[in-house]
């Protein structure tokens, strides 16, 4: 009977899923692709694929999927005046133009670090206003899987010449716009917290919901599809007219959530870049404490940040 009634809740989540975001196509499921797509659009001309491979896993100098170049997830960040900042648009303009990628460029994203550092990386490109950009779902390993060449052999690269828009800043949140969500909540604004439940108790903005970035991957680290990534944030209450504003140690994994809302349909979403990080390391700022499973709670004083439980990300 229990398993009946979930069957039903599920049903009725999803039916909500598809009125709330929209079932059409042209809205949703074109950001996150699988490594059998990635492996025959790359085959067409004018498309570059990017590895961004963390030394602690695969490095790329060792193994790579043949073609691919490098970007380090280092390319893209600044640590100021916190670690793992937008960087500026030069910088972002040198590296796309050295890797042999233009304004015109689809770029095919992959990494090993269950899809954060090339959500990372697809957020700074859209920040920056290009929109032929994708990921591949479960990374380097599901390519591997799905039968791509892997090789030493670092390609040769044509540079290019890049040039950046302004950063859309319709896409980031800054520290005066969430501090003014918690001391005057907009009941429309979610603050999402997608860090670990031992990192969310420890200490969070106040007011956060708490939905952590690994739940957006199935265990072999590729993305859940569109339909079950709207049913777990509605069941959380996160719709897409809700204005989300989505936060981890750094916005790393923050930008892996980003990149899951926004493939789902949702377009009300912001990164709030300086992250836990900024946020704790102000002490006259509140941090909140929530009890274990606890939503949302009326802030407390201002209390010590947490020690890091994390790299950061």
Request: proline share 4%.
């Amino acid at each position: 009977m229990k398993s009946i009634l979930r069957l039903f809740s599920v049903v009725i989540i999803l039916s909500i899923a598809i009125l709330t975001v929209g079932c059409g196509t042209s809205n949703s499921g074109k950001e996150i692709i699988s490594a059998k797509q990635a492996l025959e659009l790359v085959e067409k001309d004018n498309v570059v694929l990017v590895g961004v491979q963390k030394p602690e896993t695969t490095l790329y100098a060792d193994k790579h999927v043949k073609g691919a170049v490098k970007i380090d997830l280092s390319d893209v960040i600044i640590n100021e005046p916190v670690v793992n900042m937008l960087a500026p648009k030069e910088q972002v303009e040198k590296i796309m133009g050295k890797q042999g990628i233009s304004n015109n460029t689809t770029v095919v994203i992959y990494d090993t670090n269950n899809n954060m550092d090339a959500a990372r990386v697809w957020w700074t490109l859209k920040v920056y206003g290009h929109e032929n950009v994708k990921v591949v779902s479960g990374g380097f390993a599901a390519l591997e899987k799905a039968g791509a060449e892997i090789t030493s052999e670092v390609p040769k690269i044509k540079t290019a010449e890049y040039v950046a828009k302004d950063k859309n800043e319709d896409m980031i949140a800054g520290i005066d716009e969430v501090k003014a969500q918690v001391e005057t909540p907009n009941k429309n604004t979610i603050l999402l917290d997608t860090r670990s439940k031992e990192e969310y108790v420890a200490g969070t903005i106040p007011g956060s919901v708490l939905l952590e970035y690994i739940n957006n991957d199935y265990s072999d680290g590729t993305y859940k599809p569109v339909e079950l990534i709207k049913i777990q944030y509605i069941e959380k209450d996160i719709k897409a007219k809700n204005n989300v504003i989505m936060y981890c140690k750094t916005s790393i994994r923050g930008a892996q959530t980003y990149l899951a809302l926004y493939n789902a349909g949702y377009r009300n979403l912001k990164l709030y870049d300086g992250a836990w990080v900024e946020w704790s390391s102000k002490g006259a700022l509140p941090i909140q404490k929530p009890d274990v499973g606890e939503k949302s709670k009326t802030p407390t004083k201002p209390t010590t940040p947490p020690a890091d439980t994390q790299d950061a990300s």
